[in-house]
């Protein structure tokens, strides 16, 4: 993720992430949703997040 990343590009970042591990799916539509979303914000999670990387 760049410095430049919107909340709406990490939102579809982490939903692609969690796709198909129902688990993680169900948490991150919950860290995307709660709290207006301020635990999905690009600068929470910073710009060295890769989403990938920590799949199980």
Avoid: Y
């Avoid at 169900?26 to 997040?49: C, D, K, Q, W």
């Amino acid at each position: 993720m760049s410095e430049n990343t919107s909340t709406v590009e990490v939102q579809d970042d982490l939903r692609a992430w969690a796709k198909g591990m129902h688990t993680f799916e169900a948490a991150t539509e919950l860290l995307i949703r709660g709290m207006g979303g301020r635990f999905a914000l690009p600068t929470i999670l910073g710009s060295n997040t890769k989403l990938a990387s920590a799949v199980p």
